[in-house]
């Protein structure tokens, strides 16, 4: 479309998309329902590999129906994201988040925690080449959305900017709590340790 302000997860994509190469290791921290997997999946080709992760195995399952023929070039993890480094051990071109609870799943009590979240971003800051990006969609509306925004706030600021920029993207008149992205793009290697 000729829209230039997008809603927060096509913006997500199109950043992704605009550094992802095909070939290239990537990660969906949060696989849930498939979407961003799925799309992860086209973007690195049948040469990529993404490692999609989930601590829910129905959201594999659902993954793994909507990937259909490109199953073969995704590796469906049941793990945290916080274990990531125990699974991919190469540089990542890209990652993708999608933080609080499954839609639609069983018990929407599953969420996205502070700790482990923060701890995954700064494993995947490791991992990740120079000129890349790690797009985070924050919701705050649900019950410990407020904790997990305010605490990953607070760590992404304390990121040094010599080593990341830090972006944050929302539309200011969506309504229901629509989420606002966090986008930090590596600008040079570092070494990651959680800060917070
Ligand atoms: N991007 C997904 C999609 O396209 O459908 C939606 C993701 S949903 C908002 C968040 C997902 O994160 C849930 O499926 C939940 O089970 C998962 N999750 C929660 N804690 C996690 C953790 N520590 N590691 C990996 N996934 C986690």
Redesign the pocket.
Known sequence: SDILLHRVLPFSKRLISETVLPGETVVD????????TLFLAGLVGESGRVFA????QA?LEATANRLDKLNDRVALILD???NVDKYVTRQIGGAMF?????PYAEDLS???KPD?TIEAIDKLLGMLKKGRIITISVYDGHEGGAKERDALLAYVKSLHQADVHVARYELLNQRKNPPFLIAIEKVREFEAVVRV
Do not use: P, R
Not at 29 to 36: E, H, I, L, P, V
Not at 53 to 56: G, K, V
Not at 98 to 102: A, E, P
């Open positions: 921290a949060t696989a849930g329902n498939g979407n961003d992760f989930d601590i829910q959201a945290s994201h916080a999608n933080l609080g609870y499954l599953i969420i996205t482990s």
